[in-house]
């Protein structure tokens, strides 16, 4: 037992560890989880997952499949695909049935699988990675067009390979029964049905459940994932696998509900579904040994080729003929589709149960998966953003900045963020408080930030940092708190909240919120005071002759620095408790009373910016 708690203790540390690590330098996690299974495995031994899991290592990938499935199908918003644009729809409808067809001929006239195995890892080949993507996607920068293409074919195609996989493995191990073909039809279709009604049923059971208060908040997530199980063990009892398919629509249901607090079960899934993909990779690259990498020889490596530079492409060309994409959008679309641990967990569990059905091939699922993951994540992640800037399809400029609350400072805030040509957006509920913002031609959004309305019409991608000013310093900070795992805590920030000791009681936890906007803080009304005192945001430039200790002994005791931009474009925001320095060629955005003129010559940077389009 204490051997078997060292084992998943180790592949923990292993997997999280990579994940770290990935995040630390900005490298595609699936390279490093690779890296860490074949040392736990392959390399020395230390996870044997045939020796320390037995007959428990099915039913283990099993259900962190379920769950990874699941958490897929509930990103999967149908209100936000409505408003996708017409190449999304082509390329999900057209593409992937395509797709299928094309990697389906490849795997078995190229890898020289057999038609049940090929069949069953065309479907699997139809998931673009939706945990892969998005990191490729904040990492490259793209323009909100291709970006949002490439996104919502992530997310949709995640559930429907998802299907289609199910569907095709049904139907291979049905017909090793020697079923006539129409009465094979028949069964996948009931199978289908199982699948897709049970998971729908549930769902709205769920629903009705929770929103006629029949469960506290406390058991909600954990009524769901006792849900998530019990309906994909039921329907495997019925249908072999069929539970994959009922647990992608249970999380397409409850995705698509209008239940509270689906956030905080979002985010929920996603760190259980991080945990869970890091110990499935880790242990699935364990079970590589000498006869499994001797399987991927040189039809192995036509059937990549073939999948890089023929089925994908031609798949998006075709499916996008009359969307309106240019040719430079269809090109980058048609490299760009790496394929995830999705794919990977997917063919561990197939490859068991074919190789059970009798299908010999079947093992071979997990090498071959192995390597169009590993090929597809290093050959498009270190690739997105060259090409993109080679096709122009880059964003150009630093990282914008995303302002919650319609006010005075903000408006003037703004307006010089636009001067240093930083992308801005004013966001506020209040339409009255949006009016100087549209007189002062700032790009704003109407409605509330945290809404799904938000995410379905604002292109987050583009903001980088954020800053809640508006007068209510509770609503500052959950916006902070909400958008900081996003954006990054170390990026979101807030004016100071208004606190005694007298009124400790009232105020927030600490660990909830941004950063405090300043070094020295200050709070919603001291800086409405400073606006109507005359107080203004002033940009300077630094050179070698006019350095920041000589702007900071110009400026008055009250005098604040917001931000500086760096001669490379980067943006330095100083907080409270934290200084920043500047160096020559760097510009400071302050706030503070209007500096006597300097008689060798003023040093503000010129105001001129074109007028960006509202949002």
Known sequence: MEHHIVI????????????????????????????????????????DPARDFGDWLGPMVSVAVAIILFEGGLTLNFAGLRDASRAVWQLVIIGAPLTFFGATAAGYYLAGLSIQTALVFGGILVVTGPTVIMPLLRQAKLEARPAALLRWEAIVADPIGAL???????????????????????????????????????????????????VPDFLKIPVILVVVLAGFEATNLVLKEGGLVTVTVLG????????????????????????????????????????????????????????????????????????GLSVRERGLAGWIAPRGVVAVAVSGLFATELARAGIEDGTRLVPLAFLVVFATVVLHGFSIGPLARFLGLASQGPSGILIVGGNPFTVALG?????????????????????????????????????????????FNQFGYLIAATDNDAYNALVCTDFGPEIGRANVFQLARVASEEKERHTLSFTLGGRVLFTGGGSYTEMAD?????????????????????????????HRVLLVKRASGRL??????????????????????????REDGAREKPETAPHPDEV
């Open 415 to 459: 307006e010089k963020l636009k001067a240093l040509e930083l992308p801005v957006l004013i966001a506020d509920r209040n339409w009255n408080h949006l009016k100087a913002v549209r007189q002062a031609h700032i790009p704003f959004f109407y409605g509330e930030v945290l809404s799904e309305v938000a995410e379905h019409h604002v292109e």
């Open 252 to 323: 397409m249901t409850l995705g698509n509900s209008r239940l509270g607090g689906l956030t905080e079960l979002r985010r929920f899934k996603e760190m259980m579904t991080v945990l869970l993909v890091s110990g499935v990779f880790v242990i699935l690259t364990a079970t590589l040994d000498a006869e499994a990498l001797a399987s991927l020889d040189y039809r192995a490596f036509l059937f990549l080729a073939a999948i890089l530079f023929v089925v994908r492409p031609a798949v998006v060309w075709i499916s996008t003929l009359g969307s």
């Open 530 to 558: 400073r606006i109507r005192a005359g107080w203004t945001f002033q940009i300077t430039g630094l050179s070698e002759d006019y350095d920041f200790a000589t702007y900071l002994a110009e400026r008055s005791e009250d």
């Open 572 to 597: 330095a925001f100083a907080s409270k408790g934290n200084d920043i320095e500047a160096g020559p060629g760097d510009t400071v955005l302050g706030f503070g009373p209007k500096p006597p003129a």
């Open 8 to 47: 998943v203790a180790l592949v923990g540390i292993l997997g999280i560890g990579a994940q770290w690590l990935a995040w630390r330098f900005r490298l595609p996690a699936i390279v490093l989880l690779l890296a860490a299974g074949v040392i736990a495995g392959p390399l020395t031994g230390l996870v």
């Open 164 to 214: 289609i996989a199910v569907c095709a493995y049904e139907a291979v191990t049905l017909a090793q029964h020697g079923d006539e073909p129409e009465v094979l039809a028949l069964r996948v279709a009931g199978a289908l049905v199982l699948g897709i009604g049970g998971g729908y049923l549930l769902g709205k059971a769920v629903e009705k459940l929770f929103i006629n208060g029949h």
